[in-house]
């Protein structure tokens, strides 16, 4: 049986992944890509804890799919704030969203 | 070495190239794909816990759904490639940094301190996934009823405001 301890490290790297895309990327689409890493590297994080834990308890699993929910929600809005974004400045480049800067 | 732990070491590896591939591809449609298939990686990671529900909801809504979606904004846009200017020269150092630290540090921390004391199940017993389904479809619509309902309100308030979001103006034109 694989350690538990394996599987958070191997969330944790793809959480780090995830953060690296999200901090160094310059497209708003790949930002969003990185979010999404994340969301799902959380998700490994609790489908392994229900296992090593009480397997009766199924809490683990409700949450990970509450968090597919909350993700689809998530990934919808911002799409559409990319599109909103794109339709009146023409561009999806992070940088170059400026509108709140002064 | 058991079979559960080589398909933990090729998956793992597998996961973690396909996240890489996703961070570094210039283009953005390629990096969609490899997400993909990091999904589909992490669907199999589910299989292996003995979760196989949470594992085909995540082909069908991330794999799937999600994926199409971003797919289709990307071509939409036309946002494949971006014209290659550094506005900030050092955003990439130091989100280099910042990240090497989170991961260190987590697993540094995770290595240590995350031993749990004593599994309820003996490790190494197989769930049986049937039981596993039922008990969890009875907690999802019994205790969790109330956040199932509220998971769906949030949706469709989602879908509201996408839909104000991107409709045009009477009179706009796009």
């Known amino acids: 049986m694989v350690p538990l301890s394996w599987y958070l490290i191997f969330a944790a790297a793809l959480f780090s992944i995830g953060m690296f895309g999200v901090l160094s990327r310059r497209n708003a689409v790949a930002i969003l890509l990185g979010i999404e890493l994340m969301l799902n590297s959380v998700n490994i994080n609790l489908a392994a804890f229900w296992r090593y834990g009480d397997v009766h308890l199924m809490a683990g699993q409700v949450f990970a799919i509450i968090v597919f929910a909350v993700a689809a929600a998530e990934v919808a809005v911002g799409l559409a704030l990319v599109i909103s974004v794109y339709r009146s400045r023409r561009t999806v480049v992070a940088d170059e969203i400026d509108m709140m800067k002064w | ?174």
């Open chain 2, 1 to 174: 070495m058991t079979p559960n732990l080589i398909l933990f070491l090729i998956l793992a590896l597998v996961a973690v190239a396909t996240a890489l591939g996703m961070l570094f591809s210039k283009n953005a449609v390629y990096s969609a794909l490899f997400l993909v298939l990091n999904f589909v990686t992490v669907a199999v990671f589910y299989l292996l816990l003995g979760a196989p529900f949470i594992a085909m909801a995540q082909i069908t809504v991330y794999a799937g759904a999600i994926m199409v979606l971003f797919l289709f904004v990307i071509m939409l846009l036309g946002a494949e490639r971006l014209p290659d200017t550094h506005v900030l020269p050092w955003q990439k150092p130091l989100a280099t940094v910042l990240t090497v630290i989170l991961a260190l540090e987590s697993t540094y921390l995770l290595w240590t301190k995350a031993r749990p004391s004593g599994a309820v199940l003996p490790p190494g017993a197989e769930v049986n996934t049937v039981d596993n389904l039922r008990a969890m479809a009875m907690t999802l619509f019994n205790d969790y009823l109330l956040p199932f309902e509220v998971t769906s309100v949030l949706l469709l308030v989602a879908m509201v405001g996408v839909i104000v979001l991107v409709r045009r103006e009477k009179g706009q034109k796009s």
